[in-house]
T-cell receptor, first 114, second 114 residues
């Protein structure tokens, strides 16, 4: 069956360092992969989308890579700040017939320590 | 701010009751998707409405139903509430069934079933 795993439930990192979050999937052939940020008690906020034919995407301090051979995406936050503390969700399209459903991982809770 | 509003923000119901949750989409979006997020889990797809028709459904029983109105606002109805229905219910709007990928989430409705 289809499965998405985000490698750790929680990640603590010192301010100024690069945070790297991992998303692995099995039994999928997604057309694209997305990353969302979710703060406690709030809805997810879209960060980045990367398509199957793209290797890397950047937006300000964020970088996403997508390796369809390894079935893995890496999400990097460079020069991390305490304000980056949140849960980060990886999501894949389920390739449904005409409805673009997203399947989400459980998320990784990132804490940036001053 | 995504422009997606949900109501109510919090509510408490007892087992066996019925609940209606409401969502107002972002201007220009014709697609609404509903997700259920249990504590510590990623959002799980319930169903999607596109131009007032159901356009895809996740693994949820028929007591979960929905509507989309001509102005593209939407309702999620849950009958015969069970304790496991306690969760954050998220509405997400998009264009054209989510084909472009990015979803715009509301802040959610927190349902507690006692």
């Amino acid at each position: 069956s289809q499965k998405i795993e985000q490698n750790s439930e929680a990640l603590n990192i010192q301010e100024g360092k690069t945070a790297t979050l991992t998303c692995n999937y099995t039994n999928y052939s997604p057309a694209y992969l997305q990353w969302y940020r979710q703060d406690p008690g709030r809805g997810p906020v879209f960060l980045l989308l990367i398509r199957e034919n793209e290797k890397e995407k950047r937006k300000e301090r964020l970088k996403v890579t997508f390796d369809t051979t390894l079935k893995q995406s890496l999400f990097h936050i460079t020069a991390s700040q305490p304000a980056d503390s949140a849960t980060y969700l990886c999501a894949l399209d389920s390739g449904g017939t005409g409805s673009y459903q997203l399947t989400f991982g459980k998320g990784t809770k990132l804490s940036v320590i001053p | 701010e995504t422009g997606v509003t949900q109501s109510p923000t919090h509510l408490i119901k007892t087992r066996g009751q019925q609940v209606t949750l409401r969502c107002s989409s972002q201007s220009g979006h014709n697609t609404v998707s509903w997700y259920q997020q249990a504590l510590g889990q990623g959002p799980q797809f319930i169903f999607q409405y596109y131009r007032e028709e159901e356009n895809g459904r996740g693994n949820f029983p028929p007591r979960f139903s929905g509507l989309q109105f001509p102005n593209y606002s939407s309702e999620l109805n849950v009958n015969a509430l069970e304790l496991d229905d306690s969760a954050l219910y998220l509405c997400a709007s998009s264009r054209d069934r989510g084909r472009t990928g990015e979803l715009f989430f509301g802040e959610g409705s927190r349902l507690t079933v006692l």
